[in-house]
């Protein structure tokens, strides 16, 4: 008798260990999905109302209580672009995508340089490479301002993708050297027996493995550009404000400037949305490179 119920208690215990029965782990799991809807709902509903409030008018997107049945239309879109948001538009995506750029061929041979091919003394190199971010950039505003006014170059979108690849630079360098971490020393050992020289080694080699971590680390870099708002705030005014501190121009004393605002907010996250879906896939590989040892 012991010995049939032993095998019975031994079951128990294991499916008490395993979280109970199939039942209960179904009902734990509906659960777990049901509070992920909802926390995604809760986080996107914002963005949602907004896109929604961009299609209303103004005295219906400033109604203290919020209309749903309300006309439609597209007369603020049209009132964005009258206001010249195309040219703040294409600042924002030059300085973006030519910061990037920049940013990522020099991250990308700085970063072999720390992790697979190691420079002499390659751990006080990347102290100091990580050591330029621990400023907060408030702090060196007004040195900056100063030495651009002296030379007549605010409100230049050269010199703001300059600072801007100060700025994405580190974080870069950071992020690719933990992605070449992950190339297999025997890959590029075989590549140097084969009398591979350096930059065959790096492009042809090396940088097709970290390919989804380099579009993860460009899509940051360029998400990071195009919403970038206190220098552009601060050294630039016309000819060189890119689309974040034009929607600071939209607000209104008056109250009457939800709905435009609303969707120059839409327009302007339009692109980082597209950048993100286009790269998704690449994103979540890169993304997952160097978490499992």
Known sequence: MSAVTEPAASAEATRARRGGSPAGRKLGGALITLLTWLLVFLFFFPVLWTVFTSFKSEAAAASPTPLINTPLTLDRYAEVFERGMGLYLLNSAAVSI?????????AIPAAYALSVRRIS???DALFFVISTRFMPFAAVIIPIFLLLRQFGLLDNLTVLGILYVGINLPLAIWMMRSFFEEVPAAIVEAAQVDGATYWRELWRIAFPIVAPGAAAAALICFIFAWNEYFLALLLT????????????????GRGQFLAVLS???TIAIVPVILAGWLAQKRLVRGLAMGAVK
């Open 263 to 265: 969707a120059a907010v």
């Open 98 to 106: 030519g910061s990037t750029i920049v940013v990522m061929a020099l």
């Open 121 to 123: 003394k390659w751990s």
């Open 237 to 252: 005014s016309v000819a060189a404000m890119t689309t974040p501190p034009f929607l600071g121009s939209f607000v209104d």
